[in-house]
Structures are given as structure tokens and as C-alpha cells.
């Protein structure tokens, strides 16, 4: 009669931790074909890989084949861009490339932050914008707010806005 | 109940089936015992390697004594807490190399120490556990998870880590088991 497990002995902590790496192996492996199945992990080069890997890769690729091709910088705009460094950290080199690959900011609208603030209760309506220097949420100033039309308060004849370019 | 699939863990507590592996009953009498699995990728695509990390919880003194020994901490024996107790495995996904050594370069060892300590402390975080127990398979695997755990800490690996925790390295027979111990202890 084939005698039964000797349960007097516990097992060892390798021997446990053996068995609990068994399970995950099982658990692993069920978790990776569910994955193939539902298309979120693809095999690569005889490997299973999650397909954001695969992306990333690809992006990365993207990114350095993009360096490489980038199109010589004209002379002019080099000397142009070159007046405006203002002794900045970034050199002349890194300052034009900056300029001519970066889109400018059209500013549609400013408005001013309000110092030194009270805690007052805020009033109905009330702007806040985060200021990144101190790290607060402050008020924005209403009344010099540009841009944005404020209906309660019509605007005067030969009002300027503040921000707004004239025309 | 938790969500562990919001948290990018997957739930794989097993119906109560015999299972030919659970030959030192993790599962209790009335219930099996609860498995949450996270997988990860480390390393570059052509050199990488996906790893399944696995947390098991323990309900069972014998258990804890069997994987640490008898470990004294704060004048008494470590036991399990309330909060739960995880047991923490972790190996490729894949390959069933045996815990064979895999040659890693740099950035597969820091995704791999990084997303180790990631899933332990978002494990923590949704679990609240107050005792995390670990073992070394290998003497070559102590040097990865001294650096997951903050034993030996790496400046150019940046790590999450659970607050207010103790550690302890060097527990068990052999010293390889490691052990975990929050504030919900």
C-alpha cells in the first residue's frame, strides 16, 4: 500500500519558496497567454513582448532618426537669432535651434496677478491662475484682465486692454 | 474588496481546487490563498526579459517561521499581523530557467530593481500589509534585492520606498530571507 506524505516534516524555506516560484510560473503563464490573446503582449523575434515595449522602440527610433535628418541651419537665421542671446545659460548654437524649431506663443491674453493678497472671501466669479514662484493659487486681477470681456463692466471709448496688441 | 486591477496588479486567488503545487497548504481549510501578480518589462527590447512578481499571503505561523526563522523584533517574536502577511516572489515570465542567472546590463537591472520596488510599494499602498517577507533563491539574487529593498542603496537608481518601514536582511537557515515590517504591524 503506498504510504502517505510524511506531514511530521516541514518543509524547508527553500523548498517552500520553491513551491511558492511553481505557483507563479503557473500563474505567469496563464497571465501571458490571456495577454496574447487579447493582443496586449505580441510575440517579437520568437518573444513575448508587451506591445507599449514595441512602441517605445519604435518612438525612440523616431526620435534619433529625427536628430539626424534635421536640415542644416541658414547662416541668416543664425546671426538673426544670434543678436537676440542674452547671455542665457544655452549657448548661441542651442538658443537658435531652439528658436527655429520651437512654435512662438501668440499671447491672445495677460492678465495681472494680484500681490501681496488678503484673505479675503473671494467674490463671485473670481480668476485665480498658480504662481509658480511661490507656489500659490493668487487672484486675478479683474480690472486689468485682457482679453477676456467683461460684461458687467462695459469697456470705455479708447480703453486699452492690457495685453491685447493694438490694431 | 480591492481592485487590484486598477492598480495594474492582476487578481489570481485560485477557485479551491487540489493543486499539485500547494503540497505545503498556503490555502487554509475554507479558502485559497490570496495571490496578486504584477508583470513588468526590464530592459532595452532586443535584451530585455518580461518578469512576473507575485505576492502570496500567509496566514500560517509555520509559514513565516519555515521562510525567516524565528525572528525577534521589538523585544518579541515576528508574527503575523493583523494587516496581513505577503510573501514576495518574483522571476521571468517565460523562460522556466530555474532560477539560473541571467546576465543583465545596466538598464535591465535598474528597470528590474525599479519595477520591484515599484510593486511593492504599490502593493503596499492599496493592501495596507504590515509584513512583507522575501527569499533569496540564489546567492547571486541577494545583491537585486538588497538594492530593491534599500539594504544597498544604488545613488544612480532612484527607488520607491514604503515610509516608515523597518527591514531586516540575513534571516533564515541559509541568511537569505529578508523581511518587511510597516507601520499597520
Known sequence: ?167 | MQHWNWHDFEDETEAHEPDDFDQYNFSTEDEPAEQIVRQFWAGKLSTGHLYTIGFVRITKQSILNALLGVVEYNGQHLAIPQSGAWVVTFDLSTENNEFAHVELDFKAKRDLVAGVASAVYDHYNVSKAGLYCWYAAREQLISIYDTALGFDVDRKIKLKTIPLMSKINKLGAQGRGYAIITRYY
Open chain 1, 1 to 167: 500500500m503506498q504510504s502517505s506524505r510524511d506531514t511530521t516534516k516541514f518543509p524547508t524555506g527553500e523548498e517552500l519558496y520553491a513551491a511558492l516560484n511553481r505557483k507563479l510560473k503557473k500563474t505567469s503563464g496563464s497571465i501571458t497567454q490571456r495577454k496574447l490573446d487579447t493582443g496586449e503582449y505580441v510575440m517579437h523575434q520568437g518573444r513575448i513582448v508587451p506591445v507599449t515595449v514595441i512602441e517605445e522602440a519604435k518612438a525612440e527610433a523616431v526620435v534619433k532618426r529625427g536628430i539626424i535628418s534635421r536640415p542644416k541651419v541658414n547662416l541668416a537665421d543664425f546671426e538673426q537669432h544670434a543678436e537676440l542671446w542674452l547671455g542665457s545659460r544655452k549657448s548661441i548654437a542651442a538658443t537658435t535651434v531652439q528658436r527655429l524649431t520651437r512654435q512662438p506663443i501668440r499671447v491672445i491674453a495677460a492678465a495681472a496677478l494680484q500681490q501681496g493678497v488678503s484673505r479675503s472671501t473671494p467674490k463671485d466669479g473670481q480668476l485665480f491662475s498658480y504662481d509658480a514662484k511661490s507656489g500659490r493659487m493668487l487672484p486675478v486681477d479683474n480690472e486689468t484682465l485682457g482679453g477676456i470681456s467683461d460684461r458687467s463692466k462695459p469697456r470705455k471709448k479708447n480703453t486699452r486692454i492690457l495685453g491685447m496688441k493694438s490694431r
